[in-house]
């Protein structure tokens, strides 16, 4: 089952009403360690405008041969349009990795890498997500080999319970380094990157044949376009960009326009760096005593 790490909501797995040729499914029918928690509903929306919602159930969860019984999940029953629609990559699932309790409608419960963390030789994991293949996440421990050079770390604000942290300019193709103050969350769990809408549009402006689909709420641009890749700078660490073939998110269904991976975070407030960054960077998530984020450069 694909379960993508999400690092600010529920863990939830896709219900069998959703079964297909290409989807695996969770059927608590058929598990012994399923226990469905009577009258406790859950619905959850994200930036992109795609919500889930079902019951709730407590299961046997296990990931990077870490088990944790009685792990509380979400189990999708129902889905927006737009999320079956936005489900290019064919997710199966979420696998809630942020510091705070998530909440099932108003019903708390302790996250799984929250359940796990005092188990581990250290208190982090660590993300190294691949364009295009498979991606691997490890817990407890930082493995050398997976990254070049030095880790860059820098601090994590907590207290919205997100791995939150600060963005200090952005860059776009050749251009200058242009100053800005962005507190923006990392998320493995969200596809894209959303940000400030005149950021998003400074983008845009170099990218031809660029419009904005209201049907879609996102900006797109013709298959193929030529496409600059754009810089963040944070902290000290000047090696934080997201490559241009990254950001040729998916194709929209016309044939001709493709969805493009840089959207505007509008009136949500939340600002996200998303896999499309993530996969071009290794990076730590130290919940230690003072939380950080730690990034360094990979071979792509």
């Known amino acids: 089952m694909l379960l993508s790490q999400k690092l600010m909501s529920n863990s939830w797995v896709l219900s069998s009403d959703f079964a297909s040729s290409v989807l695996s499914t969770y059927n608590s029918s058929i598990s012994s360690t399923s226990r469905l928690q009577e009258g406790k509903k859950w619905a959850v929306c994200y930036v992109a405008r795609t919500c889930v919602g079902g019951d709730t159930y407590t299961e046997t969860v296990t990931a990077g041969g870490i088990a944790v019984k009685s792990q509380t999940i979400g189990v999708v029953r129902k889905a927006s ?9 064919g997710r199966e699932g979420i696998l ?32 190294d997500l691949k364009y295009g293949n498979p991606g691997s996440f490890d817990f407890g421990f930082i493995d ?36 800005v103050v962005v507190n923006v969350i990392a998320d493995t769990g969200t596809s894209l990157v959303f940000l400030p809408q005149n950021i998003v549009e400074a983008y845009y402006a170099g990218v031809s044949g660029t419009v904005y689909n209201r049907k879609l709420a996102s900006y797109v641009f013709p298959c193929g376009t030529a496409l600059p890749r754009i810089t963040f700078k944070i902290g000290n660490y000047n090696n934080a960009f997201i490559p241009a073939p990254f950001i040729e998110y998916a194709p929209t269904g016309d044939g001709t326009t493709c969805v493009g991976g840089i959207q505007s975070s509008g009136d949500s407030g939340r600002n996200i760096l998303g896999d499309i960054f993530l996969k071009s960077q290794f990076v730590v998530f130290d919940a230690g005593n003072e939380p950080r984020l730690g990034f360094a450069a990979k071979p792509l």
């Open 144 to 179: 050398d080999s997976k990254y070049t050079g030095n880790i860059t770390y820098v601090p994590v604000d907590k207290s919205g319970g997100d791995w939150q942290f600060t963005v200090n300019g952005f860059a776009i193709a050749n251009d200058p380094l242009k100053s």
């Open 96 to 127: 809630g990795l942020s510091f705070k309790k998530p909440v099932v409608g108003v019903h708390p419960y302790t996250s799984f890498f929250d359940n796990i963390k005092s188990t581990l030789p250290a208190p982090l994991f660590t993300a």
């Open 81 to 89: 349009s737009s999320f079956e629609q936005q489900n290019a990559n």
